[in-house]
């Protein structure tokens, strides 16, 4: 297991499309720690109690238009107190332009100033989601996920048991490839895990006897995708004719990771069986059910109230 607890102003500048204005700053240098960001009004009048300095410093028109109104000197002092503390950037969004004062104090203190076009409040929203994502608890899984008619199935089970096999042929049928072999889980709160693709290995995948295949260059780019949400699992598992299986599916079963419970369903594999169907009509299933149809409950009302009619004759 991996937890993340930290990522480099550089990665959310870049996911972001931040402009930097200060570019003799090593931006893989300065890491951030904290979800939440701070828009730093109270700061800026001089109050500095409570203040959370590990967090993302977000300047708005409020700050902007309050920090114009002061002399240069008081605006010295004042940009000064706030890049005391070790604060890990500031964003100023609308476009507005830091002025040469708070530029000389961030050079001073080695904090980036970064910029953005976008209104506050939308880039604020953006930036906390950016950073519950990158700083999520994450963990790597032996596995494959594949995003079919929208729901994140993930294949897992023993190394060699068909599951990059399983998810070429999902690929064939116009479902997307999120990743092969490593999935990289991220716990986004207690109801949300996001899969995605270590760099090394996106969109490729290793087929036994013919090597690697570059799924994006074959199929298109319509054919992969960066990241999905984790709705089902599929574990393959070799068939034992002395095993019990679930036949009727009343009763759900879940896997665990990070603390989030995922429904699982274990599939037997044995030859002629079509593991690219069976993982579509799962997933199309899975979804039914969110909608509130369970085909095994009607099936058991049905049985029910024919026992209750017959009972009655």
């Given amino acids: 297991m991996n937890s993340r607890h930290e990522v480099s102003v550089a990665k959310i500048a870049e996911l972001l499309d931040l402009k930097n204005y200060t570019t003799d700053i090593d931006l893989k240098a300065r890491k951030i720690e904290c979800s939440d960001i701070n828009r730093p009004a109270l700061q800026l009048t001089g109050y500095f109690e409570h203040f959370e300095q590990s967090r993302v410093q977000v300047i708005g028109n409020v700050e902007y238009t309050y920090i114009q109104q ?15 503390f070790d604060i890990p950037c500031v964003i100023f969004c609308r476009d507005l332009k830091p002025g040469d004062i708070l530029m000389e104090e961030a050079m001073k203190q080695n904090v980036p100033v970064l910029g953005t076009d976008r209104p506050t409040s939308e880039f604020v929203a953006e930036l906390i989601y950016c950073l519950g994502e990158q700083l999520a608890p994450c963990i790597s899984v032996h596995g494959v996920l594949v995003d079919v008619y929208g729901e994140g199935v993930m294949i897992t089970g ?57 799924v994006k260059t074959l199929y298109g780019v319509e054919c992969v995708k960066e990241k999905q949400q984790i709705d089902l699992v599929i574990k393959l598992e070799d068939w034992k004719k002395e095993a019990e299986y679930d036949r009727l599916g009343l009763e759900e079963e879940y896997t665990e990771y990070l603390g989030n419970k995922v429904v699982c369903h274990s599939l037997p594999i044995r030859p002629g069986r079509n593991l690219a169907v069976i993982c579509e009509t799962a997933a199309v299933n899975h979804r039914q059910k969110k909608m509130g149809y369970n085909a095994a409950q009607e099936l058991y009302r049905r049985v029910q109230a024919n026992l209750t009619k017959n009972s009655e004759e």
Avoid at 71 to 83: A, F, G, Q
Avoid at 160 to 178: D, Y
């Fill in 70 to 84: 002061l002399s240069d000197e008081e605006k010295h002092h004042r940009y000064s107190e706030l890049m005391k």
């Fill in 158 to 214: 023993e190394s060699g048991i068909g599951k990059s096999e399983a998810a070429l042929e999902l690929i064939r049928r116009g479902h997307r490839l999120v990743t092969d072999d490593v999935v990289e889980i991220r716990k986004i709160n207690d109801h949300t895990l996001i899969g995605t693709s270590p760099d090394i290995t996106r969109h490729f995948i290793e087929l036994r006897g013919i090597g690697i295949i570059d």
